[in-house]
Structures are given as structure tokens and as C-alpha cells.
């Protein structure tokens, strides 16, 4: 199978694409190719390896309409970039037999080859948030099954077969792309869970080492067994979604487990950009002071 992996950044997140799809290369057990799509022309492809840029110019952005186009003159802003997904994601799978989207703030741990062929089988691939289902323990996480969907719109999978479910879910995002509470949206991704229902072909991630967060804590332990860290005492850590709150929760002891995950992705984010501002900003000498005693990870990781 013909697999690619792509994201969509500003020009100043290209680091973090290249990083996200570095640690997928060293990890994955399958042949792949990495596709980032840049909205502005603001870098040198020279500072980059591994992975293919492309051009907003090279989509033919006319054909999904003028409202498209508005949003894009009135800034190159999340909201435009979200809509770019289903796009990418289409325009790609003209050339491969199947896409995985990754934001390009996930950082690859192990091999997820046995979720990738999953689309040999199945036409979408979903990985849940695994937020707290007891609302007892943890209200706010529970009402956010309600408020934020069911699945994370960081890491999506698709084949041929799931062009119309990409059609449709663009066709959402022109109708309404906002964060409402009252309205159960949160911008594309709260109608992930619609995905099931228009494609009979879905697959639901069921492996908890997928897409740790702050958010799923409770429903994904971090273990460690045999100085190993394991979640739920079973799976070993797939990837880490790298989001502020995660990096917070990392630092303060709340998740002190993935100290040396986050050891790593500082490690090998600074070796692609050594002033990156944005990693600037999480205090990089607390992040390393924080994580200079962590405990050692047996597992394969890079770099």
C-alpha cells in the first residue's frame, strides 16, 4: 500500500513538521512518504530534509468556491488552515492509496504500522480522545465528550474509498467552523464523530498509547513496569501529542512518567532549530532542568 502522512503549517512551524515526520520515519516498520503543505512562502526548503513541501499554489483552490478564497485574504489563520485539511487530504489521494493527517505537534515514540494497514480494510481511521468517562472523578473532562467530539482532529486517517466522508466534512466547516459549547462544535474536529455514521468502514483506535494528552490521563495510566513506561500497564507509548497543557502537566509532576518523551522531542526539536521561539516560550531551561533526572526510556525512539 502507497501510505503518505502530511500536515499543514505556516512557514515557521516547518520545524515541527520536520520533527514530527523524522520521528515517524525512525519508527515506522513500512515504506512512507511525508508531505507538508506550507499557506505562506516565508522559508528556505534548503533548512529542510526529509520530508516534501508543497505549495499552496500547486491546489487549485478555485473549484472549492469563493468563500475559500475569502478566508484565505482575510488571514492564513486556523480556521483557513482547518479547511485545508479534507483538501490536502483529497488532493493527496489522487497520488497515494492512502493518507494519514498528523498535526505537526505529534511526536512518534514506536512503530504504528498495525494501525496504518488498517486502511487496507477500512476506509477511515479514528483516535478517540480518551477522556475521563467517570463524571464523578473528572466533570469537565466528561462534559468535553460533548463539547469537543469523541475523536482528535490531530491524527486521521483515510484511503480512496472516503473521498465523499471528506467531501461532506468540508461541506460542515462551510456551513458553520466555530467554537460553540452551546452548539456541541469545536471548529472541524467536533464532526469527527459523524465519521462512523457516514462510513461503515471506520476504524475506532482502540490502543490507548495513541495520542497522549493532557486530556486522557485517567483512561491512559502511565505505567512503569520493568523501568519501562506502559500505558494501562499493556501498550507501549505510541506518540505523544505535544500540545502546552501536555508539556505543563509534563513539567509540574502531573505526568512525570513522560519526562523522557519530553526530553527527546526537546532534544531533537532544538537540533533542528536552536532559537525556535515557539519552544522558547515552554521556558527550555525548566523543560531541561525538569527532565535532566528522568527515567530512562528502553524503548525504540529517535533521536
Not at 500500500?1 to 519508527?27: E, P, R
Not at 486502511?119 to 473532562?141: G, I, K, T
Not at 471548529?187 to 486530556?215: C, T, V
Not at 513496569?225 to 500540545?243: A, P, Q, R, Y
Request: hydrophobic fraction near 40%.
Amino acid at each position: 500500500m502507497n501510505i503518505a502522512f502530511c500536515t499543514c503549517v505556516t512557514s515557521d512551524y516547518l520545524g515541527f513538521a520536520q520533527a514530527t515526520f523524522q520521528s515517524l520515519n525512525h519508527t515506522l516498520k513500512e515504506e512512507a512518504s511525508y508531505i507538508s503543505l506550507v499557506v505562506d512562502d516565508n522559508y528556505d526548503s534548503s533548512k529542510y530534509e526529509g520530508f516534501e513541501i508543497l505549495d499552496l499554489d500547486k491546489i487549485d483552490l478555485k473549484k472549492y468556491g469563493e468563500e475559500l478564497l475569502k478566508v484565505k485574504e482575510e488571514s492564513l489563520s486556523s480556521r483557513f488552515r482547518w479547511m485545508l485539511k479534507p483538501i490536502l487530504l483529497q488532493h493527496l489521494l489522487k497520488r497515494f492509496d492512502a493518507v494519514f493527517w498528523v498535526d505537526p505537534d505529534l511526536y512518534f515514540f514506536n512503530d504504528i504500522s498495525s494501525i496504518t494497514q488498517k486502511l487496507e480494510s477500512f476506509d477511515v481511521v479514528l483516535s478517540p480522545h480518551w477522556r475521563s468517562f467517570d463524571p464523578y472523578v473528572n466533570q469537565n473532562a466528561f462534559f468535553n465528550y460533548f463539547y469537543h467530539g469523541l475523536f482528535n482532529g490531530g491524527f486521521i486517517g483515510v484511503n480512496k474509498n472516503a473521498l465523499a466522508v471528506l467531501e461532506s466534512w468540508l461541506s460542515m466547516m462551510y456551513w458553520k467552523l466555530e467554537n460553540s459549547r452551546e452548539l456541541g462544535l469545536l471548529d472541524d474536529q467536533g464532526y469527527l464523530g459523524l465519521f462512523p455514521l457516514m462510513s461503515e468502514k471506520s476504524h475506532i483506535i482502540k490502543d490507548r498509547g495513541y495520542n497522549l494528552a493532557a486530556w486522557n490521563k485517567q483512561e491512559c495510566k502511565r505505567t512503569l513496569v520493568d523501568g519501562k513506561v506502559l500505558i494501562n500497564g499493556e501498550h507501549t507509548v505510541k506518540f505523544i501529542h505535544f500540545v502546552p497543557d501536555t508539556i505543563k502537566n509534563i513539567l509540574n509532576g502531573k505526568d512525570k512518567l513522560l519526562r523522557p518523551h519530553l526530553r527527546k522531542y526537546l532534544k531533537h526539536m532544538l537540533e533542528i532549530e536552536p532559537g525556535m521561539s515557539q519552544l522558547r516560550s515552554y521556558d527550555v531551561n525548566l523543560i531541561k532542568r525538569k527532565t535532566r533526572k528522568a527515567l530512562p526510556l528502553k524503548a525504540t525512539t529517535y533521536p
